[in-house]
């Protein structure tokens, strides 16, 4: 590349006009490739690329304790709720599903996630959504006769190639219009339906265990909900010491299941007959059969009747995981390591095709799992609140996110264990009770963090007790906006909920998805644009975004000017970690970023390198600024004219 250091006056201007007229012709070639134009295999390649440098410290990061309680937590956290809905899908499949397939399931999708995915922070396992899915499918097709194990095992191979298909045309590049609106309405339905789940496991016990039974279920899961909660309040608190704050936070909910398991045993209690978790033998299905499916058994017209089924599993699991990957590294966890979303999606289409062999639900990225392990990967400290009205007070900053890959394989292998005969007959002491116990928690936790709630919330507060400089809302001059805003995601809530408690719940999917261009293209119409940039905002920094292009609507080369925003690990006193940072953008020009973000990062490195003042610069006429300020007499010049 030419130098920037001029050698004459009439030299360095022929030389800066070369480079101020190409740099436009470029840039404006690039513009004009047609969007129709894809490039097959190019978002695929390049996550590869980014996400490759890190492979081996992604291992090497794991010797931190944060490793322990996080992996401890998610498998809790994990396999209780997917043996709850096994439940469901043991009562509404006849038996089709039970414990060892849910195991099996989540399994899969942690080990297969946790060795080769470009985002291992994100947790994969069975949702509520595809419970429902696979129910509705059974309540349709078994009627009619139809091979049920078969016809789910040619859904998943269906699914398989078209997660392949859209992996292959980068179609996660859509991702950039998804923004908290649409994240915030399906994890509020999501925490919905776990408090759901949790509602149903209690009313079961009335019909089959009895009214005393029934009662002392509905107490053990209120008792699990409030000791589990009161831990999490207490971790956030500043009572005891910080080592005991910890411990009551990492390990209190995994404690609270383990004492209200045998806490049921103590006194007259031991003489109620509780409803406890159904199991199978070890390591083998449910039903009497093998682990791989038959699929060539069924009728060639119900392979075919398989392809709109999963076309809905596909639009299901293409905005589930996405949602819950972006939730997962939202811009409040200060990630450090590049994400990959068209290379995830190829791999979610290999578990979801030998999900579908294997005869087990097809496991996905799960919320609120995915971004509650995040949280749990946080390294946190306290430092004093330099705000004036809160002054003399502390709050907790997160210093930076521990990103490996052990929790989550370590999890998933706890879980393969799980499947043994000893820890089978362990599993087989959990009252339903304490399983209800764990939904209402996580299903709260999630309710309490989601955008929809806080903002309810804002609107029910005193605004008089509420600082400005706290609360962005507070900034928006038009107060109806935020009604209106909050009633239209209450809206969509209330129809994706309605829509799953009816026959047509397998279409919901496409229900999900239109969230997103009602935001994108219809809300600007009724909301100004500073009101969404405070009401609503992207998921994830422009750094995880990297993947997909971006954020929708900011600028490319602003989006880059700060990389370091959003890898850079915010410390006590706001002080950025620069030489981590450095190594970081290093490592990512090294492997390409990308056609778009590699234009201004290129720019800036070139003219460090060629003795430039150090400013990172994004423009051309910056850079011609610059230059100025390097040839002789031009500093008094620019001083004039600043004058």
């Known amino acids: 590349m030419p130098s920037l250091t001029p050698r004459g006056p009439h030299d360095s201007e022929e030389q800066l006009s070369r480079e101020t007229s190409h740099a436009p012709t470029t840039s404006s070639k690039r513009r004009e490739k047609k969007w129709w134009k894809i490039r097959l295999f190019r978002g695929m390649v390049n996550d590869v690329r980014r996400r490759a440098p890190y492979y081996w410290s992604d291992w090497k990061d794991a010797w931190d304790y944060r490793v322990v309680p996080a992996t401890i937590y998610m498998y809790f956290a994990n396999i209780l709720p997917a043996l709850a809905f096994s439940l469901d899908m043991f009562s509404k499949t006849a038996e089709s599903f039970g414990v060892n397939e849910v195991l099996l399931s989540s399994v899969l999708g942690s080990v297969v996630f946790a060795l080769f995915a470009a985002q291992p922070l994100v947790i994969a396992g069975v949702t509520g959504p595809i419970t429902v899915f696979n129910y509705t499918v059974y309540d349709i097709m078994t009627p009619r006769g139809t091979n049920y194990f078969a016809f789910m095992c040619w859904i998943g191979l269906w699914s398989l190639v078209m997660h392949w298909i859209l992996a292959i045309t980068n179609a996660c590049n859509a991702l950039t219009y998804v923004t908290r609106f649409s994240c915030d309405i399906f994890g509020f339905y999501v925490a919905f339906i776990y408090l759901q789940k949790g509602i149903q496991v209690l009313t079961r016990q009335w019909g089959s265990a009895g009214d005393t039974s029934a009662y002392l279920a509905v107490m053990v899961s209120l008792l699990v909900l409030m000791v589990g909660y009161a831990c999490g309040v207490v971790g956030g608190s500043t009572l005891f010491q910080r080592h005991v704050r910890k411990f009551i936070e990492d ?51 119900d392979i075919f009747i398989a392809i709109p089924f999963a076309i809905l599993l596909t639009i299901l699991f293409y905005f589930d995981h996405n949602v819950s990957s972006l939730i997962a590294q939202g811009t409040e966890f200060p990630l450090r390591k590049p994400a990959g979303f068209h290379w995830d999606i190829f791999l979610l289409g290999l578990t979801t095709g030998i999900g579908g062999i294997l005869g087990i639900p097809f496991p996905n990225g799960l919320i609120p799992q995915a971004p509650f392990h995040t949280k749990a990967l946080c390294v946190t400290r306290q430092v004093s609140d330099t705000d004036e009205i809160n002054k003399g007070k502390t709050q907790r900053v997160v210093s930076h996110v521990v990103e490996q890959r052990v929790s989550n394989l370590a999890q998933g292998l706890l879980t393969l264990g799980t499947m043994t005969g000893p820890l089978l007959v362990v599993l087989h002491l959990i009252p339903q009770g304490v399983l209800a116990g764990l939904f209402f928690i996580m299903g709260v936790e999630a309710l309490l963090e989601n955008g929809i709630t806080l903002k309810i919330l804002f609107l029910l507060r005193d605004h008089t007790l509420t600082p400005s400089a706290t609360e962005p809302l507070k900034r928006i001059r038009r107060k109806r906006a935020i009604y209106y805003f909050v009633t239209i995601e209450l809206l969509g809530f209330a129809a994706t909920f309605a829509i799953t408690q009816t026959i047509a719940a397998i279409g919901f999917p496409v229900f999900i998805l239109l969230l997103v261009p009602i935001r994108t293209f219809l809300m600007p119409r009724y909301f100004s644009q500073e009101e969404l940039n405070i009401l609503d905002a992207p998921t994830a920094s422009p750094f995880t975004m990297e993947s997909v292009g971006g954020n929708f609507g900011e600028d490319v080369d602003s989006s880059q000017a700060s990389p370091s925003e959003a890898m850079a690990t915010p410390v006590a006193g706001g002080v950025n970690d620069t ?36 400013v990172e610069v994004d423009d051309e006429d910056e850079i011609e600024m610059q230059v100025q300020t390097q040839r002789p007499g031009t500093r008094d010049r620019r001083k004039s004219r600043e004058i």
Do not use: C
């Open 251 to 301: 390990y209190g909910t995994p404690l609270t299941i383990i004492f209200f398991t045998g806490f049921v045993h103590i006194g007259h209690m031991r003489e109620v007959n509780l409803e406890t978790l159904p199991t199978s033998k070890a390591f083998l299905p449910t039903q009497d059969r093998s682990w791989f499916i038959r699929f060539w058994e069924i009728d060639v017209a």
């Open 579 to 614: 030489s981590d940072s450095l190594e970081r953008g290093e490592a990512e020009t090294a492997v390409g970023l990308g056609q778009k973000h590699e234009r201004g990062s290129y720019r800036r490195a070139s003219f460090r390198a060629e003795g430039g003042s150090g």
